[in-house]
């Protein structure tokens, strides 16, 4: 493991957090889905647009587990490996981090976007969009920062995850 990394090399091996679980990840979505097709006022704006981003936040962190997030991850560190290939060819072996800077950097823009909006009561696809990037690319952050901004991830998925594991009674829900 590199020192600027936050993760080790094989990202795909990785666990945004244990609490949330692919059940629990899937019925977030599926509840948010709901909010955002039927739970809208009669202007066609959403009554509660900020829990439908956290539930979506969550239901992507359940996601991570499955299949289809190792898949995405992967995606993820062939974006660090190529991106660090690159700077290699051009600074010579003098940059083996630049492709985990950089991925860490983006993930850290949009979790900085996801943020704003949140904060800016501004709720719209895009919003939906970086939540999502955000569940997948905050493990990527490195250092520190990624530390904390894992850390605070984890809790507020977390915070989303225990009522609905509760009430779905899924197995090793409030434990």
């Known amino acids: 493991m590199h020192t600027l990394t936050a993760a080790p090399s094989d990202l795909g091996s ?56 190792s898949w995405l991850r992967s995606i993820v560190a062939w974006a660090e490996q190529v991106i660090t290939a690159g700077a290699q060819k051009v600074l010579g072996d003098q940059a083996p981090w630049f492709g985990t800077a950089v991925v860490g950097v983006l993930a850290l823009i949009a979790l900085f976007a996801l943020a704003m909006d949140l904060k800016g009561k501004k709720v719209d696809v895009w919003t939906f969009v970086l939540a999502v990037l955000v569940a997948i690319t905050v493990q990527s952050i490195p250092g520190p920062v990624g530390h904390a901004a894992l850390t605070t991830v984890t809790a507020v998925t977390a915070l989303v995850d225990w009522p609905i594991a509760y009430l779905a009674g899924v197995a090793g829900a409030a434990a």
């Open 14 to 69: 990785l666990h945004l957090n244990d609490t949330v679980s692919a059940a629990t990840g899937g019925i977030a979505l599926l509840v948010a889905a709901a909010l955002y097709v039927i739970g809208k006022r009669v202007d066609g704006r959403p009554y509660l647009p900020r829990i439908e981003v956290l539930l979506v936040l969550t239901g992507a962190t359940g996601i991570i587990l499955t299949p289809l997030g």
